[in-house]
């Protein structure tokens, strides 16, 4: 699996364990970037850090941003689990 459709099947997980939360997500045209609606009433912005980080980032930081990486990465734990399996 190559970079961009890693990046693609990491998104759906993200979007459909953010919507079990409540929360919505918009990628923004054009750019390697999704708005996350908190259920809040604030938004964050998700970007993915390509490599040498291979890394999503959230922001602004605060402590609903730091639960939502949780969500995110228990979310992407289960896509790395799911993918050692099949090898």
Known sequence: MNQGQRVIAEIKLIRSALKQQGD???KLPRQAVWVIYHHSGKS?????????ISAWSLHP???NASR?????????????????RRA
């Open 44 to 52: 964050y912005r998700l970007t993915y850090q390509p490599v040498p």
């Open 61 to 63: 930081p605060d402590n």
């Open 24 to 26: 919505r997500i918009q």
């Open 68 to 84: 939502l990486l949780g969500v995110i990465d228990q979310a992407l734990n289960n896509l790395a689990t799911s993918d050692r």
